[in-house]
């Protein structure tokens, strides 16, 4: 059985993948700021290390096969030239090809889409471009469509091959992102009401997804989408996140259509006000059209190249 390095190991899909793996039976590295916890798998090699800082010849002499490269700041800001994410993401692909490593599994997110330019009711799937205007989407988002470009770029090197997974919102019996539910503020909740789906993929089911990726080794600089059979309708999904918890209290239903005018109101007023670095992702066109807009979404090529099959009720 191969051997992989994970990035991110202790994250929340990273303790995931690490667990699965070991138990289908492959080597695994697992990378990580944090040192290793005191329960885990004895058969892991641990490699404690900020991915920015990793000496490019860390990987070398270690047999890996695969990197599935998770490591990501959620909570970026600045300039995407300054972005954590993209100078460890670099580094890695410096050290991956000091070491021989011709094989990548990176791991973007459906954030980098264009979903202001689609009409609402729209498909989503991998033929939609990615956004092109920094300024209106969250900066999140712009270090992940510039990370694809690093990815694109270690794919077409003579003898790499890597594949580009973009996962939806995903979600465990205890987690989910509420990213989707509206402009939520601490007691300020604007809850969207909308006939779209929400693109959740549970976890379980995306770390299959990954798994069949790095099992396929004739695939080479595919953008692959993750979302569950079953997603869930705007409601459905509010009501998952109060069930966890993560939407205490009450809210207002709002249309959609209502909260992008009071959205696009909010981005006038803060402009004028002299703010308009500090307007959040939610408010961004791009931001508020990803998360507030409805869709439909699409797992046809996952299923078609990868051979997924996910099944399984949204819960």
Known sequence: MMKLLV????????????????????????????????????RLEWLCCDLCEMPEDMLVGRDISVVVHLAAKMSESGRAAESPTLQGTGRLLRAMEMAGIHRLIGVSSLSVLDYHAMPSGSMIDETVPVAGNAAHMGNYAVVKAEQEQFFLGFSRQPGRQCVIL???LVYDGERMIDAHAGIIKGPFRLLASHDGEVPVIHVDRLVDLMLLAVENSNINGEIVHAVDDSRPGQK?????????????GAGVYIHWRVLAILSLVARAVLRLLGK????????????????????RFSNAKARRLLHWAPGAEFD
């Open 276 to 295: 308009g670095r500090d307007i959040p992702e939610a408010l961004r066109a791009q931001g508020f059209a990803a998360r507030l807009k409805p869709f």
């Open 236 to 248: 459905d999904y509010i009501d998952a996140l109060r069930r966890r918890g993560l939407i205490p």
């Open 166 to 168: 973009r996962p939806g």
């Open 7 to 42: 990035t991110g190991a202790r994250g929340f899909i990273g303790t995931y993948l690490v667990e699965e793996a070991l138990r289908r039976g492959y080597e695994v590295v697992a990378m990580s700021r944090s040192e290793m916890p005191s329960t885990a798998d004895k």
